[in-house]
Nanobody, 122 residues
Framework: QVQLVESGGGLVQAGGSLRLSCAAS????????MGWFRQVPGKEREFVAR????????DYSESVKGRFTISRDNAKNTVYLQTNSLKPEDTAVYYC???????????????WGQGTQVTVSS
């Protein structure tokens, strides 16, 4: 089993940046595609970004494209989400997840972290 723990969330002003981390344990994540999702009260959890197991391919939702960057360090068993030019609309709990398939569908992700809160003030 894979355990995922997010960190790096916090309170930031609009236009600011945060680097979110997702530390994995239990087994290597080098064979998993990794994704970041976010959720706010009253809305469904939505796809934010994904990265292939090798790190060679990335994909982003249109709402964050150009502002967020997903990366991974398989040697450290860690995935990152660099969030720049943050907007109040980015306020959410951010989750990382692992999948054996290349997908933006949250149901394809078998392992999830507990989430880290990102709050962007206007």
């Amino acid at each position: 089993q894979v355990q995922l723990v997010e960190s790096g969330g916090g309170l930031v002003q609009a236009g600011g940046s945060l680097r979110l981390s997702c530390a994995a344990s239990g087994r290597t994540i080098s064979t998993y595609h990794m994704g970041w999702f976010r959720q706010v009260p009253g809305k469904e959890r939505e796809f934010v970004a994904r990265i292939s197991s090798s790190g060679s391919t990335t994909d982003y939702s249109e709402s964050v494209k150009g502002r967020f960057t997903i990366s991974r360090d398989n040697a450290k068993n860690t995935v990152y989400l660099q969030t720049n030019s943050l907007k109040p609309e980015d306020t959410a709990v951010y989750y990382c997840a692992a999948s054996s398939t290349w997908s933006v569908n949250l149901f394809r992700y078998a392992y999830w972290g507990q989430g880290t809160q990102v709050t962007v003030s206007s």
